[in-house]
């Protein structure tokens, strides 16, 4: 869903998108497809990877690590790699556990395994539909991200305004990756929020003293 | 530091307040009572709890428990503790990790050690400039809270707002008492925007759909 949201944002915007899933052809990404009317290409994990300028990593956070294997490390060397995972486990109801965290986190263990890549923890803390479009709230809001690589936060932060319309003043950078505990495990606030607010369509605005 | 600044608004407001303590006449404990000549008690945890008619719980969270046994079952029996502590293991540097997160939850413990207390969580989502003093932000914001009777959080959030001016309509419900998992595990994030915005006097203001 999130890829999905993303891809057609993008799409939408001019851009070349390629969604890579397990298999080739998956119908959930034939239905993507049809839905963008052809203006994508889909394909493996690592057609995918290896295609992209950049790479957004919105798979499901329990699987994230097995996804990023398929991609491989080679597609990925270089290239900023914006991770919107979490990691859930779902499979238990709701709200959901989380696979990992408090003395480490998805976003810690994706850049230990893939030292190359260049991974900026960012859009993890919202809902899709409110990840490709900031203006749906009704006042401004934060976007809470992190990274080892101040270059890499700045190229994420320059993206997001330009595709979605993120204003880079409502960017919140909490530092090196690590930080990533921090907003992986804020999922187990967000998940009650929604069940309190009965709507996924919510963001935090940090507020701070007169 | 979390309960003095209670109990100093609060006797500012003329209420009754008995701080405790592990012993019965603490430094920290006399040099708080001369802060508010004299107007206000100190003893240990045992009398501060069959002192009040309602009960916070302002202890460092890796200790809680041991504090609550202090105060005894006994001596909470009936009555509404507002824990605004957290389960923050400080042991280790900063940011701290926690004693317990993502299966269970502090207040949970509290809640399952002292049936007989109408546990509610609230206010440790802000540090104690804040919570006493909401109006020390920019901007209305929120307070999340939680517990298993419906009752005691309408007491809680009329107490609120009497003691320290929060407004009931910005006081956000999660539901049960294990919903306390979300608000305790937002530490790991609130830690962390501390560091990042330089001043733990913020708070999060939840912006809704348009």
Known sequence: MVGNSLGTKLVEGGHSVFLGSRSAASEAGQAWLRSVEGRGQ????AEAAAFGEVV???????????????????????????????????????????????TDSLAEQTQREF??????????TINCAVMVNPGLLAE???????????AAKAEVTKWLGEWFGWKAERVIDLGDIAQARGTEMYLALWTRLWGALGTPHFNLRIVRAA
């Not at 798979?59 to 859930?88: D, M, W």
């Not at 401004?140 to 101040?150: F, Q």
């Open 42 to 45: 889909i394909g493996t994990f």
């Open 115 to 124: 030292p190359e890549a260049r991974v900026v923890k960012a859009l993890n």
């Open 140 to 150: 401004d809001h934060d976007l809470i991200i992190c990274g080892n690589e101040a």
């Open 56 to 102: 957004t990593d919105a798979t499901n956070g329990a699987n994230t690590l097995t996804a990023l294997r398929l991609a491989g490390a080679e597609n990925l060397r270089g290239k900023i790699l914006i991770q919107a995972a979490n990691p859930l486990d779902v499979s238990k109801g709701f709200p959901p556990t989380m696979t990992v965290c408090d």
